[in-house]
């Protein structure tokens, strides 16, 4: 398994992944308008066109995936600047997604080492990542000390949706617990 910068040509595996992810992580929790609204076609307009991070793009914002030995896409992550005004950390992951067969195998982890080292490098002190409060993933961010900090509601559709905000104040430390997991 490699964790690598994704390319833009990777916009499409991507964009597949995030579909097969979303139907598999939200279907049940979410409108089902909602999940069906999002194709691939959807996602590769929407990432082609909003999306920094990828390999070439000069930005604080990083786009990873994670690849296995035969250069499947099975899981990707996102992250850089903070990307929902009005909190005082200065980094936010964006994406997390990994294909629901290879999920519990540690790959999530190794993205968020590989999006932590990148938002050290860039001199970023803290982190927020925000949740659906239903989504199982929040015991992945607890794992990695992610304090639930911050909360706020979201609308999908006309249904509102409570969204943690799982914080860490001192992204080296995350790093920190990642490297005593590998230990
Ligand atoms: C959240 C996600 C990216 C984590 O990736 P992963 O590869 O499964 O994570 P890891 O294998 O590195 O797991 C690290 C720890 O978190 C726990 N964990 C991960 N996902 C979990 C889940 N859904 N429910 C409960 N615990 C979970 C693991 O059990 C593991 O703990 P352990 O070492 O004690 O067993 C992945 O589960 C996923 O893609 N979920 C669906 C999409 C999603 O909800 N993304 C988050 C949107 S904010």
């Known amino acids: 398994m490699i964790i690598r910068q994704a390319k833009r ?9 995030q579909v097969r992810s979303w ?56 992250g850089g600047d903070i990307f929902h005004s009005g ?21 999530g982890t190794l993205l968020m080492d590989e999006l932590v080292t990148f938002l050290v490098s860039m001199n970023f002190k803290s982190m927020i990542i925000w949740v659906l409060e239903e989504n199982p993933a929040c015991e992945f961010y607890v794992k990695l000390g992610g304090i639930e900090k911050e909360r706020k509601i979201d609308k999908y559709g006309e249904k509102e949706f409570l969204l943690i905000g799982y914080v860490w104040e001192d992204i080296r430390k995350l790093k920190k617990t990642i490297q005593k997991i590998y230990s």
């Open 9 to 17: 040509s990777d916009i499409e595996n991507i964009a597949s992944v």
């Open 23 to 78: 139907n598999t992580t939200y279907r049940g929790l979410l409108p089902d308008e909602i999940i069906d609204a999002r194709t691939v076609e959807s996602r590769i307009e929407n990432m082609s066109t909003h999306w920094k991070g990828f390999e070439g793009d000069l930005v604080s914002r990083i786009v990873l995936v994670a690849e296995n030995d035969t250069k499947d896409i099975l899981g990707f992550a996102a």
């Open 87 to 107: 909190y005082s950390y200065d980094s936010e992951g964006y994406a997390f997604y990994v294909l629901e067969e290879y999920q519990q195998q540690g790959i």
